[in-house]
T-cell receptor
Framework: EPEVTQTPSHQVTQMGQEVILRCVPI?????FYWYRQILGQKVEFLVS????????KSEIFDDQFSVERPDGSNFTLKIRSTKLEDSAMYFCAWRGQFFPGANVLTFGAGSRLTVL | KNQVEQSPQSLIILEGKNCTLQ??????????LRWYKQDTGRGPVSLTIMTFSENTKSNGRYTATLDADTKQSSLHITASQLSDSASYIC???????????FGDGTTLTVKP
């Protein structure tokens, strides 16, 4: 299955700025996820999104974060006021609705965010 | 608390050699266990996925095993290649993919 496109591949921003990361998945997928990976650390779950609603979120996903799929295609992660500790790789992931795709998380190539 | 522990943390082997990576988990109820390969700076790529009833699954030179009773899995790499150098991540789900629990990964370095 082809990788989903994530944009930008790398973004450098100043602390306090808003950042929007985008994921363009295959249109028939319903389940979407955002994960992040701080350099040298493990992949961490941020949020899951189903049927245009957040279905679950981690404690990392605080009020500074939001997700939406405004036009049925792009799936976005917004960080309202970036902090230094938001510097990480952010991965979009998705899975199918029916077996066997329902069991497999497929990841995008990631967006690297650097907050200065 | 759901946890996934991987060992060793890192491993260096010579090209052509075999190796085995371990994964122990406490995720319950268990749905599936997946092994991913993550190249530096890239997203994880799925190698194998195993459900409760499966105890062995192969994907080319990669063979995963699962013992659901002892909550252990292994990933065996045969005839390693330089391109196998990567982080190998064990991911366990308590439901159908959903919010999965990731291990810290094992960093494999294959040297010529």
């Amino acid at each position: 299955e082809p990788e989903v496109t994530q944009t930008p591949s790398h973004q450098v921003t100043q602390m306090g700025q808003e950042v929007i990361l985008r994921c363009v998945p295959i249109s028939n997928h319903l389940y979407f996820y955002w994960y992040r990976q701080i350099l040298g650390q493990k992949v961490e779950f941020l949020v899951s999104f189903y049927n245009n609603e957040i279905s679950e979120k981690s404690e990392i996903f605080d009020d500074q974060f939001s997700v939406e799929r405004p036009d049925g295609s792009n799936f976005t992660l917004k960080i309202r006021s970036t902090k230094l500790e938001d510097s990480a790789m952010y991965f979009c992931a998705w899975r199918g609705q029916f077996f066997p795709g329902a069991n497999v998380l497929t990841f995008g190539a990631g967006s690297r965010l650097t907050v200065l | 608390k759901n946890q996934v522990e991987q060992s060793p943390q890192s491993l260096i082997i010579l090209e052509g050699k075999n190796c085995t990576l371990q994964c122990n988990y406490t995720v319950s109820p268990f749905s599936n266990l997946r092994w991913y390969k993550q190249d530096t700076g890239r997203g994880p790529v799925s190698l194998t996925i195993m459900t409760f009833s499966e105890n062995t699954k192969s994907n080319g030179r990669y063979t995963a095993t699962l013992d659901a009773d002892t909550k252990q899995s292994s990933l065996h790499i045969t005839a390693s290649q330089l391109s196998d150098s990567a982080s190998y991540i064990c991911v366990v789900s308590a439901d159908n993919a959903g919010k999965s629990t990731f291990g810290d990964g094992t960093t494999l370095t294959v040297k010529p």
